[in-house]
C-alpha cells in the first residue's frame, strides 16, 4: 500500500535541543495528521491540521500545512525524555474519505 | 470517557485458522476504522465501518472482512491466516465526518506460526 516519505528515519538528539522532521507525498491531502506512537500502544494524536499554510501549535509541538498541500512539516523545542517514541505524519487524499494515510515514521531518541 | 479499547490484546494462532478481534469505539464516535502495523511500518488502511457497512476498503483480500454492530462496536475477522498476517491490529474511531480526527486503540498483536 501507499505510504508517505517521511524523513528522517531515525535521530538521536540531545536534551533540550530542537526536532524537526517532515512528510512529502505525491499527492495532494486536504488534511495532515501528527501521531505519536509507544512501545505497545496506539498512535496517539498530536496535532491536526485542515488549510493549506496552516500553523498550529500543541505546547512544545509546532506543525505546518505545506502550501503546495503535498507536504507537511513537525518541529519539537527543547525536547525532554518523554518525547522519545516514533512519529508517524498521515493525511488524507481528497475525495479519499475518512481514509488515512500513514509516512514511514521517526524514530526519535533522546540523550540526557 | 473511555477511550477506543481492543481486545484481544495478544493473540498467537496457526496458518490456516481464522481469527476475530474487537473494538469498541470511543464514547459519541459512530464510525470505526481497522488498520495493519507490520514492524516497523507505519500502519495500512483496511477498511471503515459506519452505519453497519462497510464504507471504504483498502487494499486487501477478501480474507478479511468485518462487521459493526448497532452500539458502534465492530469486528474484524481474517481467514485462512498466513505467516505475513502477523501484525499489530489497531482500531480507530472518529465521527462520520470526514474532518473527524482518529483516535485510535492499542491494538491487537496477532502472531501467525
Known amino acids: 500500500g501507499q505510504q508517505l516519505n517521511q524523513s528522517p528515519q531515525s535521530m538521536f538528539i540531545q536534551e533540550g535541543e530542537d526536532v524537526s522532521m517532515n512528510c512529502t507525498s505525491s499527492?495532494?491531502?486536504?488534511?495532515w495528521l501528527w501521531y505519536k506512537q509507544d512501545p505497545g500502544e496506539g498512535p496517539v494524536l498530536l496535532i491536526a491540521l485542515y488549510k493549506a499554510g496552516e500553523l498550529t501549535s500543541n505546547g512544545r509541538l509546532t506543525a505546518q500545512f505545506g502550501i503546495t498541500r503535498k507536504d507537511s512539516f513537525l518541529n519539537i523545542s527543547a525536547s525532554i525524555p518523554s518525547d522519545v517514541g516514533i512519529y508517524f505524519c498521515a493525511g488524507r487524499i481528497t475525495g479519499g474519505g475518512n481514509k488515512l494515510t500513514f509516512g514511514t515514521g521517526t524514530q526519535l531518541k533522546v540523550e540526557l | 470517557d473511555a477511550g477506543v479499547t481492543q481486545s484481544p490484546t495478544h493473540l498467537i494462532k496457526t496458518r490456516g485458522q481464522q481469527v476475530t478481534l474487537r473494538c469498541s469505539p470511543k464514547s459519541g464516535h459512530d464510525t470505526v476504522s481497522w488498520y495493519q502495523q507490520a514492524l516497523g511500518q507505519g500502519p495500512q488502511f483496511i477498511f471503515q465501518?459506519?452505519?453497519?457497512?462497510?464504507?471504504q476498503r483498502g487494499n486487501f483480500p477478501d480474507r478479511f472482512s468485518g462487521h459493526q454492530f448497532p452500539n458502534y462496536s465492530s469486528e474484524l475477522n481474517v481467514n485462512a491466516l498466513l505467516l505475513g498476517d502477523s501484525a499489530l491490529y489497531l482500531c480507530?474511531?472518529?465521527?462520520?465526518?470526514?474532518?473527524?480526527?482518529?483516535?485510535f486503540g492499542n491494538g491487537t498483536r496477532l502472531t501467525v506460526t
Open positions: 465501518y459506519y452505519e453497519e457497512e462497510e464504507r
Open positions: 480507530a474511531s472518529s465521527l462520520r465526518d470526514t474532518y473527524s480526527p482518529l483516535h
Open positions: 499527492s495532494i491531502f486536504n488534511t
